[in-house]
T-cell receptor
Framework: TQLLEQSPQFLSIQEGENLTVYCNSS?????LQWYRQEPGEGPVLLVT?????EVKKLKRLTFQFGDARKDSSLHITAAQPGDTGLYLC??????????????FGQGTILTVHP | NAGVTQTPKFRVLKTGQSMTLLCAQD?????MYWYRQDPGMGLRLIHY???????AKGEVPDGYNVSRLKKQNFLLGLESAAPSQTSVYFC?????????????FGQGTRLTVV
C-alpha cells in the first residue's frame, strides 16, 4: 500500500516552462519533506514543511503543505536543465515511536530539455 | 566530509548466495535506516535502528537481517539472495534530536541477483 501518492511519475518539459508535482495522502503527517536525487546518488533534502498551509520558497522552487497536512506540492518556475532529476516526497509521523521513519512517494522523474 | 558511506557500490549475486552490505556514518547519529528503491515504488524501509545494539523491522523486512554492533555502522545481510531482491539499497542516518531533522543518505548499492 502506497500511503503517499505522487504525481505525475514522469514529466518532460522545455526549459523555461513551469511545473507542479503533487504528493497526496489520506493520512496526516507531522511533516513532509522533499528530496532530489541525481543518478547514482542518494536523495538530498530540499525542504521540510511542518505547519498546515505552510509555503516555503527556495529560489525558483515553491513548496506548499496542505492545510490538513495530508498533501503537498512542489512548483518550479522557469525550469532549467539543471533541475533534471528525481523528486521524492516523504512524510514523517509524530510520536515517540516514529523514530524519524519516512514514507516515500513513488517519485517524479523530471527532464528539462534545453 | 564523508557523511554516510556504503560499500560495495555494485554487486552481482547468484540466487542463493549471501552477502552483507555495510553502512558507515561519521556524524554520531543515533538513528540509521536501510531502504530499497525500485522503479515506480519510491524508497521502502527494510529495517532501522534507533541505537547501538537495537534493530527493528520496517515495511519490507522479509529476506533481510541487520545488525548494529557499533553506533557508526549498520549492516544489512541477505542470507539467501533471490531475484526479487534485485534493487538499489540506500542507507540513511539522522540525529535523534528534533522531530523533523534531515536524513542523510549514502550513495547506494546496486545489487543484481541472477
Amino acid at each position: 500500500t502506497q500511503l503517499l501518492e505522487q504525481s505525475p511519475q514522469f514529466l518532460s518539459i522545455q526549459e523555461g516552462e513551469n511545473l507542479t508535482v503533487y504528493c497526496n495522502s489520506s493520512s496526516v503527517f507531522s511533516s513532509l519533506q522533499w528530496y532530489r536525487q541525481e543518478p547514482g546518488e542518494g536523495p538530498v533534502l530540499l525542504v521540510t514543511v511542518v505547519t498546515g498551509g505552510e509555503v516555503k520558497k527556495l529560489k525558483r522552487l515553491t513548496f506548499q503543505f496542505g492545510d490538513a497536512r495530508k498533501d503537498s506540492s512542489l512548483h518550479i518556475t522557469a525550469a532549467q536543465p539543471g533541475d533534471t532529476g528525481l523528486y521524492l516526497c516523504a512524510g514523517a509521523r509524530a510520536g515517540g515511536t516514529s523514530y524519524g521513519k519516512l514514507t516515500f512517494g513513488q517519485g517524479t522523474i523530471l527532464t528539462v530539455h534545453p | 566530509n564523508a557523511g554516510v558511506t556504503q560499500t560495495p557500490k555494485f554487486r552481482v549475486l547468484k540466487t542463493g548466495q549471501s552477502m552483507t552490505l555495510l553502512c558507515a556514518q561519521d556524524m554520531n547519529h543515533e538513528y540509521m535506516y536501510w531502504y530499497r528503491q525500485d522503479p515506480g515504488m519510491g524508497l521502502r524501509l527494510i529495517h532501522y535502528s534507533v541505537g547501538e545494539g537495537t534493530t527493528a523491522k520496517g515495511e519490507v523486512p522479509d529476506g533481510y537481517n541487520v545488525s548494529r554492533l557499533k553506533k557508526q555502522n549498520f549492516l544489512l545481510g541477505l542470507e539467501s539472495a533471490a531475484p526479487s531482491q534485485t534493487s538499489v539499497y540506500f542507507c540513511a542516518s539522522r540525529s535523534r534530536t528534533g522531530a523533523n531533522t534531515e536524513a542523510f543518505f549514502g550513495q547506494g548499492t546496486r545489487l543484481t541477483v541472477v
